[in-house]
């Protein structure tokens, strides 16, 4: 069976860090771009990073650049998502998902890709 399944999430105060990871399995992940969304209570699912096979393109979105790192690491199979300076407006459920790419800049769009996880929350309040 194929999965992609989040972990890492929780709650955070402002100006927190938290590492979320996404974990494949039933395919072979190295084969795979990844991308990394987001959604809020009534918003759109929102692209918040995307990283190539190699782990050599990484991309992020314009509200969290320079708060964010992506990597990967395909011997465990799993990409990770690395968050600092948290935000109250970073709440929200945080995906990742796979795609046999490279998507280049069409990165952010929802349906390139082909795997999707179950999402894992993550909540920054005092």
């Known amino acids: 069976q194929v999965q992609l399944v989040e972990s890492g999430g929780g709650l955070v105060q402002p100006g927190g860090s938290l590492r979320l990871s996404c974990a494949a399995s039933g395919f072979t992940l190295d084969d795979y771009v990844v991308g990394w969304f987001r959604q809020a209570p009534g918003k759109e699912r929102e692209g918040v990073s995307y990283?190539?096979?190699?782990?050599?393109?990484?991309y992020y979105g314009d509200s969290v650049k320079g708060r964010l790192t992506i990597s990967r690491d395909n011997a465990k199979s799993t990409v990770y998502l690395t968050m600092s300076t948290l935000k109250p407006e970073d709440t929200a459920v945080y995906y990742c998902?796979?795609?046999?790419?490279?998507?280049?800049?069409?990165?952010?769009?929802?349906?390139?890709?082909?795997?999707w996880g179950q999402g894992t929350q993550v909540t920054v309040s005092s």
């Open positions: 998902a796979a795609a046999r790419g490279p998507l280049g800049s069409t990165w952010r769009r929802v349906g390139k890709y082909d795997y």
């Open positions: 990283i190539s096979r190699t782990g050599s393109t990484p």
